[in-house]
């Protein structure tokens, strides 16, 4: 059982919250008092869920306690005294720097596994490492409040937690430069129009629109799902013809397992 392998005493002092029910897990972000700003715990809190959970459940949500899903790094980090209990920002003198900020974008890559499909469900602001969380879902559900911001060059530093990429897929990159150059804040209504979120709704409605999705995407097939998003994700690398090859494989293996039965 996943919910085994991250209890809650592994999540303590992460500022998460894992909930899991069926092929369901649930993820929440759970420091509202600080609009759930984000530190390395946090992030490698994300990690080993996303160890706990590769292959154990069909669906994963990703949501913020409070009123904003997420504001970006804790700003406290970027001062002398730091987060209190948490570690210090890796130091980019030091030769674990890379590996340090690898782990950090390990609780972010996992969500892309095609074992499973995950969901943002984003309501407020959605800044910085909080955009790029919402970005490394395959799908958001946003509140008609909801506002993104990719805030990091006006801070002085890049998007470093994988959010680069999906962003450049979703917007183009003429609408990505001028989006993260200007750190300029994208409204719901303009999100849906960029294609960064699959549904808006009103804000008293996230939830229940989340849960909609969730059961329709538990409505179908759960091999078949597994091998489609697998298809799907390396679409846009693969020639038609790698496509249609690999296309025939996944059915292959579907039609045997099918008549193993
Ligand atoms: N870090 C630490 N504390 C934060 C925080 C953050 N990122 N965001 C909010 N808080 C704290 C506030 O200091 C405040 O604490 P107090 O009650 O003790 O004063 C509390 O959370 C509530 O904040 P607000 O009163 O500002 O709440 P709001 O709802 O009016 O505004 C907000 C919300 C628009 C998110 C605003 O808090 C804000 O702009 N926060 C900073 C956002 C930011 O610049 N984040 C960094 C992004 S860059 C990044 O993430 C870099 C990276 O990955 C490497």
């Known amino acids: 059982m ?5 209890g809650p005493a592994d999540l303590v002092g ?11 897990a649930t993820v929440t972000l759970a420091r509202p008092e600080r609009r759930n700003a984000m530190t390395p715990g946090m992030w490698r809190g994300l990690a080993r869920i996303g160890n706990a959970l590769a292959g154990a459940v069909r669906v994963v949500v990703v949501r913020g306690a409070g009123p904003s899903f997420c504001a970006g790094i804790d700003l406290r980090m970027f001062s002398a005294e730091g987060v209190p209990g948490e570690e210090a920002n890796p130091d980019p003198a030091d030769a674990a720097f890379d590996e340090s900020v690898a782990g950090f974008q390990a609780g972010y890559t996992w969500l892309r596994d095609p074992s499973l499909v995950s969901i943002a469900a984003v309501q407020g602001h959605a800044i ?3 955009f790029q969380l919402a970005l490394a879902c395959d799908l958001r559900v946003i509140a008609d409040d909801a506002k993104f911001c990719m805030k990091e060059p006006a801070l002085g530093l890049v998007p470093d937690l994988t959010g680069t990429k999906p962003l450049v897929e979703i917007v183009g990159l003429p609408r990505a430069i001028e989006m993260c150059l200007t750190a300029r804040t994208v409204d719901a209504a303009e999100a849906a129009q960029l294609r960064l979120a699959e549904l808006v709704v009103p804000r008293a409605d996230l939830d229940a629109a989340v849960s909609d999705l969730v059961a329709a995407l538990l409505s179908t097939d759960a091999g078949a799902a597994r091998a489609t998003k697998a298809l799907l994700v390396q679409a846009q690398g693969n020639t038609l013809e790698q496509q249609a090859a690999a296309e025939r494989a996944a059915q292959a293996v579907l039609l045997a397992a099918r008549r193993g039965r």
């Open 128 to 130: 910085g490492a909080g």
């Open 14 to 24: 992460t500022g998460l919250e894992l909930s899991i029910c069926a092929d369901v």
């Open 2 to 6: 996943p919910a085994d392998l991250v």
